[in-house]
C-alpha cells in the first residue's frame, strides 16, 4: 500500500469563527485575542482599548473559566452578553457517549456540528492525568495494529474541535477556576495532554498548532509545553517544524526495527523510512528524550534480535522506550506478546541503556482501544439492545499515558 497523501480536506483558517455544536451558531472556542477583538468591534463600540480589553475578557472566560455560556460572564455588560449569546456559541459539542472504567479511565465520544464523531480518553495516575485527544476524523494510513486504522480518514479537525476536546475533559472533572479558590490554584487532575488519539496530527499540522497554542496561552488553558506530547507515526518533513514552532515532546510510533516489517505494519515508513525517521529524530530541536512507542505483537517484532536491533537504532538518540501490550480489537490481526516475553524484550532495551517500562493497559472494561467506542456506538445504533461491545481494547496509541 502506498504511504497516504498528507491532507484529505484543507486545514481549517485559524481565527474563523464555525459552528461546534448542533446549535449551528458560530463558536466562539479555539479563538484568540486577535479573532475575538474581531468579533467584539462591532457589538460593542467603543475605542481600540475596549474592545482589546473585552476581548481579553471574553478568552479569559472561555478558555481559563470554561463557560458554557455567555450569561456566566460577569465581568462582561449584559448588553454585550446578549449580542454575542445572539449570534454565537460556546457551546460543547455533543456528548454521544461516556464512560467510566473501574480504574478511573474515562472516555468521550463527541460529536460535531456536521455529525462526525470522535473520541478523547483521560488517563489518570497517582500524581497525575494526561488526556490523549483525537486530530482527524479516520486516519489515512491504516498501520495494521491500529482499530482507527480501519476508518478511512473523512476530515480534518479544526483548532476548535482539537480544544474542545480538552474542555469537555475539565467539564466533567470538574477542573475549573473557581473564583475565592486562588484565581485557579484548584488541584487539577488533568495535567498532561497527549496527541495520540484518532489520527496522524502533523498531516493537520496547521489546526493542531494553533488548538497548542491556545492550549498552552497563561491565559487561558495554560498547559506547560512539557505537558504536551505530540505523537507521529513518521511525517519526516513536519518533525522538525513542530520542535521549533511548538517546543512540545515527541513520541514516534516506531512499532518496528527493520524497514521491511515496518512498511507493513505502520505503511508511511515506504514514504519515510526507519533512516529518515531517525534523522529527523536527532535533529529535533527539544533536547528532552523522545519516547518510542513500541507495541509488543506476538511473532511478529517482539523477538530478542529485534530489541538488540532496536538498542542500536537508538544508541545516538536521546530516547526512552514504552513497550505496549497489544490488546487485539474484534477481527485484530495481531495477538499480544506473552508477559514472559515482554519481560524478555524489556530486559535487553533496558540493559542497552533505555528506560523501557511496560505500560500497563487501561480501561479495560470499557470500549478503551483508539476508535472502539465510535464503532460500538454505531453498532448499537444499529442493533438496539447489542451491548456486547466484547472485551475492550487498550489501544497502543490513545490508553497510555507518558
Ligand atoms: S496508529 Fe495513528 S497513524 Fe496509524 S492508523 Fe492509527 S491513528 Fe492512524
Known amino acids: 500500500?502506498?504511504?497516504?497523501?498528507?491532507?484529505?480536506?484543507?486545514?481549517?483558517?485559524?481565527?474563523?469563527?464555525?459552528?461546534?455544536?448542533?446549535?449551528?451558531?458560530?463558536?466562539?472556542?479555539?479563538?484568540d485575542v486577535d479573532a475575538l477583538s474581531?468579533?467584539?468591534?462591532?457589538?460593542?463600540?467603543?475605542?481600540?482599548?475596549?474592545?482589546?480589553?473585552?476581548?481579553?475578557?471574553?478568552?479569559?472566560?472561555?478558555?481559563?473559566?470554561?463557560?458554557?455560556?455567555?450569561?456566566?460572564?460577569?465581568?462582561?455588560?449584559?448588553?454585550?452578553?446578549r449580542s454575542l449569546a445572539n449570534g454565537f456559541s460556546v457551546a460543547r459539542p455533543e456528548i454521544v457517549a461516556a464512560q467510566v472504567s473501574a480504574d478511573g479511565t474515562r472516555k468521550w465520544l463527541l460529536r460535531f456540528a456536521d455529525g462526525q464523531q470522535v473520541e478523547s480518553v483521560f488517563i489518570p495516575e497517582e500524581d497525575r492525568g494526561a488526556l490523549c485527544i483525537s486530530t482527524q476524523v479516520g486516519c489515512t494510513l491504516a498501520?495494521?495494529?491500529?482499530?482507527?486504522g480501519t476508518m478511512p480518514l473523512v476530515r480534518n479537525l479544526g483548532p476548535a474541535e482539537i480544544l474542545a476536546q480538552i474542555l469537555v475533559a475539565r467539564d466533567a472533572l470538574g477542573e475549573w477556576p473557581v473564583p475565592g479558590e486562588g484565581g485557579g490554584a484548584v488541584r487539577r487532575l488533568l495535567t498532561n495532554i497527549v496527541v495520540m488519539g484518532m489520527g496522524e496530527p502533523l498531516f493537520n499540522y496547521d489546526n493542531i498548532a494553533a488548538a497548542l497554542r491556545l492550549a498552552m496561552d497563561d491565559a487561558g488553558l495554560a498547559f506547560s509545553r512539557r505537558r504536551i506530547t505530540l505523537s507521529t507515526s513518521g511525517v519526516v518533513p513536519r518533525i522538525e517544524q513542530c520542535?521549533?514552532?511548538?517546543?512540545?515532546?515527541?513520541?514516534?510510533?516506531?512499532?518496528?526495527?527493520?524497514?521491511?516489517?515496518?512498511?507493513?505494519?505502520?505503511?508511511?515508513?515506504?514514504?519515510?523510512?526507519?533512516?529518515?525517521?531517525?534523522?529527523?529524530?536527532?535533529?529535533?530541536?527539544?533536547?528532552?528524550?523522545?519516547?518510542?512507542?513500541?507495541?509488543?505483537?506476538?511473532?511478529?517484532?517482539?523477538?530478542?534480535?529485534?530489541?538488540?536491533?532496536?538498542?542500536?537504532?537508538l544508541a545516538d538518540v536521546p530516547a526512552k522506550v514504552n513497550l505496549i501490550p497489544f490488546n487485539p480489537w474484534p477481527?485484530?490481526?495481531?495477538?499480544?506478546?506473552?508477559?514472559?516475553?515482554?519481560?524478555?524484550?524489556?530486559?535487553i532495551v533496558e540493559a542497552g541503556g533505555h528506560a523501557s517500562p511496560v505500560?500497563?493497559?487501561?480501561?479495560?472494561?470499557?470500549?478503551?482501544?483508539?476508535?472502539?467506542?465510535?464503532?460500538?456506538?454505531?453498532?448499537?445504533?444499529?442493533?438496539?439492545?447489542?451491548?456486547?461491545?466484547?472485551?475492550?481494547?487498550?489501544?497502543?496509541?490513545?490508553?497510555?499515558?507518558l
Request: aromatic share 4%.
Open 1 to 31: 500500500m502506498p504511504a497516504a497523501e498528507p491532507l484529505a480536506s484543507p486545514p481549517v483558517v485559524p481565527g474563523s469563527a464555525r459552528p461546534l455544536a448542533a446549535d449551528g451558531r458560530p463558536s466562539l472556542i479555539g479563538l
Open 38 to 81: 474581531d468579533i467584539v468591534r462591532p457589538l460593542d463600540g467603543g475605542d481600540a482599548k475596549r474592545v482589546r480589553l473585552r476581548a481579553r475578557q471574553l478568552f479569559h472566560w472561555i478558555h481559563h473559566r470554561g463557560a458554557a455560556d455567555f450569561g456566566s460572564m460577569s465581568t462582561l455588560p449584559e448588553k454585550l452578553r
Open 143 to 148: 498501520c495494521t495494529f491500529c482499530h482507527t
Open 243 to 313: 520542535g521549533r514552532e511548538l517546543g512540545v515532546g515527541l513520541a514516534i510510533s516506531l512499532h518496528a526495527v527493520r524497514d521491511e516489517l515496518r512498511d507493513e505494519i505502520v505503511p508511511i515508513n515506504r514514504k519515510w523510512n526507519i533512516e529518515a525517521l531517525l534523522d529527523a529524530c536527532r535533529r529535533y530541536p527539544n533536547r528532552r528524550p523522545i519516547t518510542f512507542e513500541y507495541v509488543m505483537l506476538a511473532g511478529v517484532n517482539d523477538s530478542d534480535d529485534d530489541a538488540r536491533a532496536l538498542v542500536r537504532l
Open 331 to 347: 477481527g485484530a490481526p495481531y495477538a499480544c506478546s506473552s508477559n514472559n516475553r515482554i519481560r524478555a524484550f524489556a530486559a
Open 359 to 401: 505500560r500497563t493497559p487501561r480501561g479495560r472494561d470499557i470500549d478503551a482501544a483508539c476508535g472502539q467506542l465510535k464503532t460500538s456506538s454505531i453498532r448499537r445504533r444499529r442493533t438496539p439492545g447489542d451491548a456486547a461491545a466484547g472485551p475492550a481494547g487498550c489501544a497502543p496509541m490513545s490508553v497510555t499515558a
